[in-house]
RNA sequence: CGGAGUGUAGCUCAGCCUGGUAGAGCACCGUCUUCGGGAGGCGGGGGCCGGAGGUUCAAAUCCUCUCACUCCGACCA
C-alpha cells in the first residue's frame, strides 16, 4: 500500500478530548473516529488492527472446540421477557420500538438468544456439550462512556456460550475456555492474570475476570507477582487432566479484583503482593441452569428424562483490547505494535521520492517483500525525511525500511525495528532475508 | 445519576470580564529555497463564533432556554 494513496489522516497535536495515552493514539494515528459519546467510526488503519485481533481471538476459539455462528445485533424483547432481564438489566439497555410497536433492543449480550436457538435445535444429550460463539458489535448505554475505545457504548465483543448435561461437563468446557484465553492475550503480547470476580447480574458461581495491568486500568487488583513471570504460550492443554492443572496453576496464586479482595489473605503475600491498576479483556461465567429452566431449554437424557443443560458465557471485548494493547506498547513517539496485530508488518520509508535511484530500490523492496507475503505500507510522499520518521513511528509498524541517497552510495539500506529503536545497515538482500524469515 | 467544565477554521487555542461586525500556530492550496528526525520565505483559500430566543443603534462577547461533548465521583460481564 502506497502511503500517497492510503486514507490516514493523522493528527499532529492530542486531541482535547482525549485523556488516556490509547485513546490520543488512536485518534492520532488514525485508527478511529468519534462519531458520538462512546461510538466510533474505525478506519481503514484500526480496522485492520481491529481484524487482527479478532482473527487471533477466532484461531484460539476454534482451537478450543468453539463453533462460530453470527446472531443478529437487534433482539426481541420477548425472549428477554422469559428469562426475566428485560425489566432487571436497567438502563443501560437501549430498547427500541419498531413500526409496529413490537419492543425490540440493541443486544447488550447474547444468553437469550443463544438459548432460543439451542432449545428450537437440541433435543438429546448426545448432542452435548457444545459450545458456540459468535463475534458481533454490542450496545450498552454506559452513563459514562470514556478512554476512548476502552469503555465505549458500541463495542465489539466475542461471546460464546456453552451447554453441557452436567457440572463436570461444564467444567470441562470452562477450562477450556479458561486455557484459550491465557493463549489468546498471550498471542497479542499481553500477560493476562485470571482473576476471582463478581458474576454480577448475569448470576453463576464460578468467575473469572482476565485482567492487563496497567495505570489507565479502570479497576483496582491483587495479585501474586509470579504471575508477571508465567508463560500462557506454553499451556496447550486438551485433554481433561490438561486442562485442569492448567487452570489449577493459573488459579492457585493470589489474584482478586477490588470486590473480592480479601486484605488478610493477600497480607500473607508479603513483599509477593502486587497491587495496580488493572484492564478487563476477558470474563467467563458458569452459570449453571439459570436461562435453561427460565427459558425451559432442555435435553431429553438416557433415561428419557427433561434435563436442563448446564451454562456458562465467556466473553472477550475485542475493541477494548486494540485500546489495551496500546496501553501497553507504547513510547512518547507512538504506538508499537507486537507483531501479532500490527495494520503492516513493514513500513518502508523513502527518504528522497523522485530520485531515480531510491525510486527504484524502494520499489524493488517492496515488490519483493509484499511476494513474500508481508503487508507493507511505503511512504512514497514527497516530504521531508523527519515528517516520515515522525509518522512512521507514530503509527507504530514494526520494522521500518528506510532507504535513503546516502546509504544506497554505499549500497545499503537501513532496518531499524520500531520497539527497540535498534538500527542496522544492511544491504537490500539480507534485509529482506532477514524480514521475511 | 450527583458535581464541575467546554463548545470560535480540519487540529490546538486566543478574543468574551470592559458589546463596535473574527485572530494565531499547525494543517491545506500555489510558488521559491531546502532536503537523514514533524524546515523557511512569499502569496492564497477556509469560520452565519453549537442551536433558539431575548436585551441593544449594534452581540462571539450580556441574559434565558436548549443541544452536544469532556472531566471527577457513583454505577458497571
Redesign the pocket.
Known sequence: MRLSDYFL????????????VS?RLML?AGLVR?A????YSWLPLGLRVLRKVEQIVREEQDAAGAQELLMPTIQSADLWQESGRYDGY?K?MLRIIDRHDREMLYG????ELITDIFRQTIRSYKDLSKILYHIQW?F?D??????GVM?GREFL?K?AYSFDLDYESARRSYNRMFVSYLRTFARMGLQAIPMQ??????GGDLSH?FIILADTG??EVYCHKDYLTYDALSEVATDDSDLASTVEKWTSLYAATDEKHDAAQAGELGESLISARGI?VG?I?YFGTKYSKAMGATVTGPDGDDLFPEMG?Y?I?VSRLVGAIIEAYHDD??IIWPDSVAPFSVGVIN??T?DADCDAACEDIVQKLEAAGQDVLYDDR?????????????IGLPW?V???????KNGV??L?RRAT?D?EELSVESALSKLCA
Open positions: 489522516p493523522t493528527l499532529r497535536e492530542d486531541p482535547a478530548e482525549a485523556q488516556i485513546h492520532r468519534q458520538s459519546a462512546g461510538i436497567g443501560e447488550p449480550t447474547n444468553e454490542k450498552r454506559e452513563v459514562r462512556p470514556r478512554f469503555r465483543m461471546d470476580a463478581d458474576t454480577g447480574p448475569i475476570e479502570e479497576s478487563e470474563h461465567f458465557s466473553g471485548g513517539d507512538g527518504l528522497r523522485g514527497d516530504e521531508r525525511a523527519g515528517a516520515k520518521f515522525a509518522k512512521m513511528d507514530l521500518q528506510i532507504v535513503g541517497p546516502r546509504g544506497l539500506i537501513e531499524k529503536g538500527r
